[in-house]
């Protein structure tokens, strides 16, 4: 009987426990719509638009059509230079070093190449040790790898200068029990691993061995960002399949307490980006949304979205296309003349390309990978059919596409400088962009 009674007290001890919890987070939650008061576009609404629609729209077109080894789209303007060719597989990853004077590219053909994006040859190449692979990193000193992927292990090689085709090994990490999804380099001795057993791992690469564990997430961890400010980031955020974006400290190196979290999504969160200055960062997931949270507001600051761009604003539709048949060197964000010409038919390209792109399913249109221009103004963003499209981040707007592969593109990566835009894609091969001033 005793028993008895002090388990129904401890029962209710803990549901009058539980409703004092739900009643915090509910009154926490009101405060934060309180002092919620604006997002960045209503702060934004006196800066002048990229689009120039009304002033300089018709000379832009113009451009546009008659110029095809460039791709200016009101007021970007960027040049493919070259095209990396090499893989014979899909890319998986692309990277750039901290310098911006590499590019490594990852793909499931068994081999990782290094780049060198000035003149586009080769400068190293390293066979993994698995093909498998999904992610893979460079270190901030040039002289370390690392891949991992569907065989739970993380592989870090050294770059041999002399030889540049036989890489040394120097450590393979193993505790995940799961496929590893994202890895990055801290610094020229630590890696932070993200794989679907719900965890993410930091790894002491001199001593072989794992060093700390954080187990917050709900389900698997899909993409990692690393400060990008910063030579030697304490603070890492990741996210998964639980629509959860968890900011953590490596000085807490076995928790699962984040100092920091943000519900983003009842989707998966498949890309995860901190902003230019660190104070933001951006997520995109399987619903098709990217969202911009700033960690000083502690909330979601603005959203963007392909469907309601759509939507919105008939004649700025990015032009849906099947990779399959797709073989332009150059992508054109070229807005519809149904509103301008009247004497189209129903069956002219321009209606059916038209008509195509308004009943095309967004559903499935996820993001699958985002960055930010240099100067924080410009954020690129992969959508699984749409390709890469160019938003401007103040003004929710999509200013330009850039397009010029023949399958999917999977990963899309500006240089730390700023001088430079790769796109990787399923065609094996990734593209270079960079600023015309001509």
Known sequence: MANASNNTHLQLRLDQAKEETKQLYSHLERLTKKN???????????????????????????????NKNRFFSYGVNLKKV??????????????????????????????????????????????????????????????????????????????????????????????????ISEIEFLNNSQIITASGDMTCCLWDIPKGKRIGEFSEHLGDVLSLSVDPSSSDPRVFASAGSDGYILLWDVRQPYTSNSIQKFFASDSDISS?????????????????????????ADCKISEYSLKQQQQLNNNYIPKSFDYRNHDNSIGEYKPSTISRFSNYSANSPIISDYESANTANFDTEGVISIDFSHSGRLMYSCYSEYGCVIWDLLKNEIVGKLEGHKNRITKVKTSPDGYGVCTGSWDNTVNLWTPDYD
């Not at 891949?147 to 030889?163: F, H, I, P, Q």
């Not at 901190?274 to 995109?284: E, K, L, R």
Request: with cysteine.
């Open 36 to 66: 919620n008061d604006a997002d960045l576009f209503s702060m934004a609404h006196n800066i002048d638009s990229l689009t120039g629609r009304n002033t300089i729209e018709s000379s832009v077109i113009t451009r546009n059509y008659n």
């Open 82 to 179: 070259r095209t990396l060719n090499g893989h014979t597989n899909k890319i998986a990853d692309v990277k750039w070093s901290k310098d911006s004077k590499h590019i490594l590219t990852v793909s499931q053909d068994g081999f990782m190449i290094i780049w060198d994006p000035a003149t586009g040859l080769k400068q190293n190449a390293v066979i993994l040790n698995n093909q498998w692979v999904l992610a893979g990193a460079i270190s901030p000193q040039n002289n370390l790898v690392a891949s991992a992927g569907l065989n739970n292990n993380c592989t870090v090689y050294r770059l041999n200068e002399k030889d540049t085709i036989q890489q040394k090994i120097i450590s393979i990490f193993k505790g995940h029990s799961c496929y």
């Open 272 to 296: 995860l980006k901190h902003f230019v200055d660190s104070n933001s960062i951006a997520s995109g997931s399987d619903d098709g949304l990217i969202r911009l949270f700033d960690f000083r």
